[in-house]
T-cell receptor, first 113, second 114 residues
Framework: GESVGLHLPTLSVQEGDNSIINCAYS??????FIWYKQESGKGPQFIID?????DKRQGQRVTVLLNKTVKHLSLQIAATQPGDSAVYFC????????????FGRGTSLIVHP | ETGVTQTPRHLVMGMTNKKSLKCEQH?????MYWYKQSAKKPLELMFV???????ENNSVPSRFSPECPNSSHLFLHLHTLQPEDSALYLC?????????????FGQGTRLTVV
């Protein structure tokens, strides 16, 4: 089965609200996590990453939180904009010859103006 | 522009056709990947090439045949596909020997099998 998965398939928010997208993982030895954004008609693009020796990392309008105790990852987007509408994936680089990016199901974020 | 280019962007093929998908990267990465993305499903890993050698074949049917002639190019040869193979096929590359680096994806090839 998947070691990385998402709780909610769709999240609808109003423009200007904060968004929180959640992700669970099962491999307690996982060391590196990435959030990707996939807009319609495009491939996934890197947003932010975090190592397991951290519990929080901030970027521009985005924050990733890591809770290793419950093996949970979240992506927070501040002041969500229509351009943030996309599918968001969490992923981890799993060991297997080389570090293979392994993805969860994805959450579709819909931002209403 | 991510530095990973896939061609064609769209492909319609019959079940008896043979076609190939192409992926190219000039990012200096040493690992390349094929993923299949179907509607409402996670990205499914198909093949992994590291240093031009196939290191992962994720139980993919033999009608899909990958080829990695050099570290910058990756192909997916398609032969006698089924309608359920219709999907978005994504190529990615990264520095495979390093844990904490992200993958760079192409725009994908939207494949329709008729």
């Amino acid at each position: 089965g998947e070691s990385v998965g998402l709780h909610l398939p769709t999240l609808s928010v109003q423009e200007g609200d904060n968004s929180i997208i959640n992700c669970a993982y099962s491999n307690s030895a996982s060391d590196y996590f990435i959030w990707y954004k996939q807009e319609s008609g495009k491939g996934p693009q890197f947003i932010i990453d975090i190592r397991s020796n951290m519990d929080k990392r901030q970027g521009q309008r985005v924050t990733v939180l890591l809770n290793k105790t419950v093996k949970h990852l979240s992506l927070q987007i501040a002041a969500t904009q229509p351009g943030d509408s996309a599918v968001y994936f969490c992923a981890e680089n799993m060991q297997g010859g080389s570090y293979i990016p392994t993805f969860g199901r994805g959450t579709s974020l819909i931002v209403h103006p | 522009e991510t530095g990973v280019t896939q061609t064609p962007r769209h492909l319609v093929m019959g079940m008896t056709n043979k076609k190939s998908l192409k992926c190219e990267q000039h990012l200096g990465h040493n690992a390349m990947y094929w993923y299949k993305q179907s509607a409402k499903k996670p990205l499914e890993l198909m093949f992994v090439y590291s240093l031009e050698e196939r290191v992962e074949n994720n139980s993919v049917p033999s009608r899909f045949s990958p080829e990695c002639p050099n570290s910058s190019h990756l192909f997916l040869h398609l032969h006698t596909l089924q309608p359920e193979d219709s999907a978005l096929y994504l190529c990615a590359s990264r520095q495979g020997s390093t844990l904490n680096t992200e993958a760079f994806f192409g725009q994908g090839t939207r494949l329709t099998v008729v």
